[in-house]
């Protein structure tokens, strides 16, 4: 069945640092959203992409679409902790499925 | 979000026992999600239900069942809890006509712990 892996599973940066996640799906999607988890809470919907190599940008995060439309990638730059929390892309073929996540730990 | 609410937040029961877990949504939506949550597994999704008399299994259905009484309720039931069980579970509501469409409205999540 269709498969959504993120990298790393874990980050720990210092605060300033900037940070990556990736997905990868087994699949060809028709589009991808990423949501932010904060500790302790549910998760909620940052953005979705839907072109082949589309790129968005929201302040300091840059999400981007692949070109075949199996990966995407999440970018921080200049981290906060604010940021601080698990990053999740859910690949959307006939239902999305979600990726394994991303814990990202911003150290002051 | 707190158009999506679950009962209870926390729940500690012992092996065998049946749970019920509820979803209500005052959002309007059709889709409604039952996905589990363990360290590692990011979300995995249980059941889904596209309208009151749609029910499709997810991923993980086996050991759950789920009944959607009303266009705005959804719950999950353990019929037999077993420890492996114990997660964190989301309910989360999509509207496929919505802007971005089938974008996921989680409700705050239920803590279960099957001793």
């Known amino acids: 069945g269709q498969q959504v892996m993120q990298i790393p599973q874990y980050q720990h940066v210092q605060e300033g640092e900037d940070f990556t996640t990736y997905c990868n799906s087994s699949?060809?999607?028709?589009?991808i959203q990423w949501y932010k988890q904060r500790p302790g809470g549910h998760p909620v919907f940052l953005i979705q992409l839907v072109k082949s190599g589309e790129v968005k940008k929201q302040k300091r995060l840059t999400f981007q679409f692949g070109e075949a439309k199996k990966n995407s990638s999440l970018h921080i730059t200049a981290t906060q902790t604010t940021d601080v929390g698990t990053y999740f892309c859910a690949g959307n073929t006939d239902k999305l499925i979600f990726g394994t996540g991303t814990r990202l730990q911003v150290f002051p | 979000d707190a158009d999506v609410t679950q009962t209870p937040r926390n729940r500690i029961t012992k092996t065998g026992k049946r749970i019920m877990l509820e979803c209500s949504q005052t959002?309007?939506?059709?889709?409604m999600y039952w996905y589990r949550q363990d360290p590692g597994l990011g979300l995995r999704l249980i059941y889904y239900s596209f309208d009151v008399k749609d029910i499709n299994k997810g991923e993980i259905s086996d050991g759950y069942s789920v009944s959607r009484q009303a266009q705005a309720k959804f719950s999950l039931s353990l019929e037999s809890a077993i420890p492996n069980q114990t997660a964190l579970y989301f309910c989360a509501t999509s509207d496929l006509s919505g802007r971005p469409s089938d974008t996921q409205y989680f409700g705050p999540g239920t803590r279960l712990t099957v001793l």
């Open positions: 959002k309007g939506h059709d889709r």
């Open positions: 699949t060809t999607l028709s589009n």
